[in-house]
């Protein structure tokens, strides 16, 4: 699908376009490789809602941001979603985001922390009828979660995916991670949640290996497999890693051992891309200054304000 804006097919809608708030969405420029750290600011505004979070532990990062609109915009089908689970919802942004994007879909955001699960209620009440008439947040861990749907109900799973194994995290995707949901926890409750058809959706780290083949042996075991990853990286200069991936996942055939077999070699070809977010690399702390990429301007127009996009920005929404 085309990377560039389609003004029907993108459209927001006209009661919310004008929903912009001055604080605008969070961005914290990271060291080089590193991931978006924690924001400073307790309400988030989009193009279409606003997020408050000061009770979530899991921010509003520009990484999740990216991750929700290049999912809804690119990679789901429109014509085949009607249900959608959003993992570890936090403050609801990717629940919300999707169901701007798919107007015609559901969302439920299942959360396991009570504070977040409360925060992202209030969230969805406050967003316009039409996106919140369409996003339920259920408090519960998804494991449970899982086990009390009809098996193969969902077409799509997305998650900013909130595990990690060893010590909690400072900054990175999920900053809450306690270990409580492991890679093997997430892929069995995706199995149980996807239609036949369904899709995966998951944002990890990428800062190692380690994360994304965790969760790719994790899939192979329910027969999920990647068919398409995109690197994300502060910005294209060189020596610059991507520092979080979000990887599609699509039902293959089950590997009990995780390990690659005949008929799911699907990761060797891969469609990847790269996604650098600014043309510059960071001169200080802060977006200030700095020009977004043009493929990063076409990916958020709908979502981030004008002044954002148009040319270096002009202020630090974090500050």
């Not at 965790?214 to 999920?224: D, T």
């Not at 995780?258 to 200080?284: C, I, K």
Request: include cysteine; glycine fraction near 8%; charge should be positive.
């Amino acid at each position: 699908q085309s990377p560039h804006p389609n003004p029907k097919r993108d459209k927001v809608p006209s009661s919310v376009a004008g929903n912009v708030h001055a604080a605008g969405p969070v961005h914290n420029t990271p060291p080089v490789d590193e991931p978006q750290g924690m924001p400073r600011v307790a309400t988030v505004a989009l193009r279409g809602f606003a997020l408050r979070q000061e009770r979530c532990a899991m921010k509003v990062t520009m990484d999740a941001c990216v991750f929700g609109a290049l999912v809804a915009r690119e990679w789901m089908c429109r014509e085949a979603v009607r249900r959608v689970v959003d993992v570890g919802t936090g403050t609801g942004l990717l629940a919300l985001l999707t169901a701007q994007v798919l107007e015609e879909a559901t969302v439920t955001a299942v959360e396991a922390d009570g504070a977040a699960a409360s925060q992202a209620s209030e969230n969805v009440r406050a967003a316009p009828a039409q996106i919140a008439g369409r996003v339920s947040v259920v408090h519960s861990r998804i494991q449970e979660f899982a086990a009390k749907q009809k098996k193969g109900r969902y077409d799509a799973v997305v998650s900013n995916p909130p595990f990690y194994t060893g010590k909690v995290r400072r900054s990175g995707p999920s900053r809450h991670a306690d270990g409580a949901l492991t890679a093997a926890d997430l892929a069995t409750a995706v199995d149980r949640l996807l239609t036949e058809d369904g899709r995966f959706y998951a944002l990890i780290d990428a800062r190692s290996a380690q994360p994304r083949e965790r969760l790719v042996k994790a899939g192979r075991a329910v027969g999920l497999a990647p068919s398409r990853l995109a690197l994300l990286a502060d910005h294209g200069g060189p020596g610059v890693r991507p520092h979080v991936a979000a990887i599609e996942f699509v039902r293959r055939g089950r590997s009990e051992d995780g390990a690659v077999s005949a008929q799911n070699r699907a990761e060797s070809s891969l469609a990847v891309e790269r996604l650098s977010y600014f043309v510059e690399p960071p001169q200080g702390p802060g977006t200030a200054g700095r020009t977004p990429t043009q493929r990063l301007r076409d990916l958020m127009a709908p979502f981030y304000p004008d002044d954002m996009l148009g040319g270096p920005m002009t202020t630090d929404p974090a500050e």
